[in-house]
Every structure is written in C-alpha cells, then in structure tokens.
C-alpha cells in the first residue's frame, strides 16, 4: 500500500491564489521530500524536510511537517500558471536503503 | 551534463516478449531506482540499488530483474511482458543515501510502455 498520501487529489486555482496541498503517511520517516511533475515529463525535487525539522522554505514554496500527526503541506503561494503541474510527497522509510516511496499525487490547475 | 538517460522514449512489445529499458547517469549518484507511474496509483518503486553490484526489491518486483555492474548504468529487464506492464517506467539517481546523507532524487524522463 502507499506510504503517503495526498489530498486532495486535484485541485483547481486562479492565479495570484495560494495553492495548499497535504501529505500523511504511515511510519516512521527520515525526511519528507516534494516533488512536481510538468505533463509528460520527469518529476523534478522541490523541497526537503527532515524529520526533525518543523518547517522550510524555499521562494514560493512552504513545508510543513508535523510527525506526531504523520501530516506535512505544501504551499505555493502567489501561484502562476507556470505551477500547473502534479505535486508529490515522498518519504524515506529507511536510513539505510534511502528507499523513497511516493503518494498518489496532487493535480493543481493554476488558470491565468 | 546529462542527468539521467532513459532510453527508449516509447516501446510497444507483444505479450511474452522481452526487453531491457536503459538507464544511465553520469553524476556519479551511487542510489538508483526504478519506479512505474499508473494512473491513479502514483509512483511505485520497482527495484533499487545503493551501490553497484547491490540491488534490492522495492514495492512492486515481480516480473522485472535488475543488475547494476557499475555505478553509471542501472537497466530494467521485462523477462515476458504481461498487458499488466504497461505503463510509465522512471528510473531516478540520487547522490547518497543513509542517515544525514539524504539527498533529492533527480529523474529520467520516463519510457512509456504498452505491452498488447
């Protein structure tokens, strides 16, 4: 089953709006990692947060973590048609492997 | 610099043939995976390696075998494609991984698969 979860599932804005997406998952994790994917294409990373870390910015982007309720958000704020995209979170389960598993993902429509 | 290069771009392969989806980086990552994207289901990790001559099973294994002989080259084998194969095939590369050393995933831009 899925480690992450995204809700919600598609999501439609316009412009100059800020676009709030959350992440659960179910074990314990070393780091929280989002990542967009643009049609067609490859997912590109976008922000990291570790599990001990409470909160992270980076430009438009805003990451939170909250581990005792296995819960994260991503904000893009002042969005641009640019951000129409699908928005993962990824979770590593071990420190060992690194292995990264996904949630189902966010379609955000940003319209101009 | 090329990141990571997945060839081919398309293929479309008869049920209980086989074929091998090419994976290559030239960042000197040592993490390497594959992943297969549905729709509806996200990403599902396949198979990855920490190293090379190590390679581990991730969420959904069966039916593809991996090797990894050295650092740069990661490929995905179909031994018999089943229609249940198509999809979106990402193979990503990360520089390390393990405890303080977690790094981004940097991907492929996919191989689309349709096995009939």
């Known amino acids: 089953s899925q480690q992450g979860e995204e809700d919600p599932q598609a999501l439609s804005i316009q412009e100059g709006e800020n676009a709030t997406m959350n992440c659960s998952y179910k074990?314990?994790?070393?780091?929280l990692q989002w990542y967009r994917q643009n049609s067609g294409r490859g997912l590109v990373h976008l922000i990291l947060i570790r599990s001990n870390e409470r909160e992270k910015h980076s430009g438009r982007l805003r990451v939170t973590l909250d581990t005792s309720k296995k819960s994260s958000s991503l904000l893009i704020t002042a969005s641009r048609a640019a951000d129409t995209a699908s928005y993962f979170c990824a979770t590593v389960v071990s420190s060992n492997t690194g292995k990264l598993i996904f949630g189902q993902g966010t379609t955000l429509q940003v319209k101009p | 610099n090329a990141g990571v290069t997945q060839t081919p771009k398309f293929q479309v392969l008869k049920t209980g043939q086989s074929m091998t989806l090419q994976c290559a980086q030239d960042?000197?990552?040592?993490?390497m995976s594959w992943y297969r994207q549905d729709p509806g289901m996200g990403l599902r990790l396949i198979h990855y390696s920490v190293g090379a001559g190590i390679t581990d099973q991730g969420e959904v294994p069966n039916g593809y075998n991996v090797s990894r002989s050295t650092t740069e080259d990661f490929p995905l084998r179909l031994l018999s494609a089943a229609p249940s194969q198509t999809s979106v095939y990402f193979c990503?590369?990360?520089?390390?991984?393990?405890?303080?050393?977690?790094?981004?995933?940097?991907f492929g831009n996919g191989t689309r698969l349709t096995v009939t």
């Open positions: 960042m000197n990552h040592e993490y």
């Open positions: 074990t314990s994790i070393n780091n």
């Open positions: 990503a590369s990360s520089y390390a991984v393990g405890t303080g050393r977690d790094s981004p995933l940097h």
